[in-house]
């Protein structure tokens, strides 16, 4: 089990993987990245990822190495740090220069690539369920840095998690300036109610989670009913069931919001079905 960073062109062990105190992404978080894991050693869903990464960059005019560049360092950084599985983050910063905020004061992009061996949460997790909260730290508004825009600057979701965190809680719920159900600090949320699988919509501000995408789409094919919809606290009480997805821990089931059990307090069957149709898909990858 190894953890190797790809800086550069080069791929380092982990106590050499370096980077300037003069590299924007350090400096304020004036970067993009992307995280997903291995399957079978692949990149899971790299093609979405790697869009999103482009979109995630077009939106604040960071200019990406080419993809193929990345595609490389990627496949390098994979078979030097050969794991069984690994966790795998794709970074580009906008590089570094003198102190001054001006996008144009950057040197030229900097391509990293971490990789580490995979760690799920405990099982326990994925067959008791977590504990959420919803948090007083708002997701940011669509008019800062878009929610949509996978940046360097994520200090608004890691208050979110310490304050899940001192509530006991696994993760937070953030909501949105009005109030809205949004999303996680690094996942996003589905709700249950009358059978049909429920989701925040896109454009409350959230991150378009590559999982998010997929658990949609398997869900439907499952022939349950999906819905991209708006909704509030005062909901939380309607639903039989909730969880939770991101690339690296797939589906959790979410048992209590506000140690307020959620329908019976535990994985239902409707998450249970969705995240027997993710394994199966996971298994077809
Ligand atoms: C804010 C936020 N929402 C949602 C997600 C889940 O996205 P994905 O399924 O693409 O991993 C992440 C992932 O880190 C995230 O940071």
Redesign the pocket.
């Given at each position: 089990m190894a953890t190797k960073v790809y800086i550069d062109g080069r791929v380092y062990p982990p106590e050499e993987a370096t980077v300037s105190v003069f590299d924007r992404g350090f400096l304020y978080g004036d970067s993009v990245y992307e995280?997903?894991r291995t399957v079978r050693g692949r990149p899971l869903e790299l093609g979405a990822?790697l869009a999103?990464l482009e979109r995630s960059a077009e939106a604040i005019a960071l200019v990406l190495p080419p993809r193929a560049e990345i595609v490389r360092a990627i496949d390098e950084t994979l078979a030097a740090a050969a794991n069984a599985e690994s966790y795998l983050r794709i970074m580009v910063t906008r590089g570094a220069g003198p102190i001054n905020l001006d996008p144009a004061a950057a040197d030229r992009p900097r391509l990293i690539v971490l990789v580490k061996a995979m760690e799920l949460p405990p099982t326990k997790a994925y067959s008791d369920g977590v504990a959420v909260c919803i948090v007083g730290v708002q997701r940011n508004l669509r008019r800062a840095v878009d929610?949509r825009v996978?940046s360097g600057n994520y200090l608004n979701?890691l208050l979110a998690l310490a304050e899940a965190k001192q509530s006991g809680a696994y993760e937070a719920l953030m909501c949105d300036f009005q109030g809205r159900l949004a999303?996680?600090?690094?996942?996003?949320y589905f709700f249950v109610r009358d059978g049909a699988v429920l989701t925040p919509p896109l454009d409350v501000g959230?991150?378009e989670?590559?999982?998010?995408h997929r658990i949609m789409d398997l869900a439907h094919k499952a022939g349950l009913p999906v819905h991209e919809m708006e909704l509030w606290p005062r909901d939380v009480k309607s639903f039989s069931e909730a969880f939770l997805?991101?690339?690296?821990r797939g589906i959790v089931p979410v048992v209590t919001i506000d140690a307020t059990p959620v329908g019976a307090g535990v994985p239902g069957p409707v998450t249970t079905r969705v995240m027997a149709a993710y394994a199966a898909f996971l298994e077809a990858s």
């Open positions: 995280v997903t990822h999103r929610p996978k979701n999303e996680g600090s690094t996942s996003n959230i991150l989670g590559i999982t998010r997805t991101s690339s690296v």
